[in-house]
């Protein structure tokens, strides 16, 4: 018996805790040589789904029809993609737009985050382009004025996109401003260090590893705590109406 059945993973209905005791791995369809902990999707009523992809030296990603985000936590990958081929190595990303045919293969063992999304089109842009890039090359700035949290937008500030994805670092004892609440939903991995994260009416102890999952509205607030940054990586979806994808 481990844990006399205790865990920090918790689902409700407006948030979830996945901690790393209670990962499931599963094959998804085209995998190789690389397993899936999924972390959320539509069952769990997110628009959107995130994985942590982990692959054997060799190990490749199945295709999607999908828009597909990856950040690379650790290892190196081979992403091959209108006939080039480009290294990622840890905290490099790519954005592949909807329909873009690539490959993804594992040139280590390596863990790879990965988030698909429907793309939401605007009459008024064209779809976003591919990007290639490392979270270093990206400026950071403080959020809210606050130095001790900053902020790295790793996709454009173009309306183009309908979703983003950002890293955010705080010194220990840095928190949010505020309580959050808005229609954006989160799907987060911590990447670095720990601290309080408040969700709903509860508050819990997080550390590197775990995610959490926030629908609309959750009310969110994150307090850093320990002798180290805490650092994680947030997606939201972004830039589109909120009538956008719920015709009735
Ligand atoms: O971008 C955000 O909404 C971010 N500040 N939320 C969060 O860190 N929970
Ligand atoms: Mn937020």
Not at 89 to 103: D, I
Request: glycine share 10%; with cysteine; aromatic share 8%.
């Amino acid at each position: 018996m481990k844990n006399l059945g205790h865990t920090r993973s918790s689902q409700q209905p407006n948030h979830l805790l996945l901690t790393a005791d209670t990962f499931v791995r599963i094959a998804l369809p085209g995998m190789r040589k690389c397993s899936a902990i999924v972390h959320a999707g539509p069952a769990l009523g997110a628009g959107f789904t995130e994985y942590t992809a982990e692959c054997e030296a060799g190990g490749e990603l199945g295709p999607t029809s999908a828009q597909r985000f990856l950040f690379v936590i650790d290892g190196g990958l081979q992403l091959e993609v209108n006939g080039k081929s480009s290294e990622l190595t840890a905290r490099s990303y790519a954005y592949l737009s909807e329909g873009l045919q690539h490959r993804v293969k594992a040139t280590q063992v390596s863990r790879i985050v990965v988030v698909e999304k429907v793309y939401q089109s605007l009459s008024s842009n064209t779809p976003p382009q591919l990007i290639i890039s490392t979270e270093d090359a990206v400026v950071a700035h403080p959020l809210d004025g606050d130095p001790s949290l900053q902020v790295k937008c790793l996709l454009p500030d173009e309306m183009s996109f309908d979703f983003a994805v950002n890293t955010m670092v705080y010194q220990p004892g840095a928190s949010l401003s505020m309580v959050e609440m808005h229609v954006m939903e989160h799907g987060l991995i911590m990447l670095e260090g720990g601290g309080i994260y408040r969700l709903g009416d509860s508050w819990y102890p997080v550390t590197v590893g775990d995610f959490i999952w926030m629908g609309p509205w959750c009310p969110q607030w994150f307090g850093a705590i320990g002798k180290a940054p805490a650092k994680y990586l947030i997606y939201k979806n972004w830039n589109r109406h909120p009538l956008a994808g719920h015709a009735r």
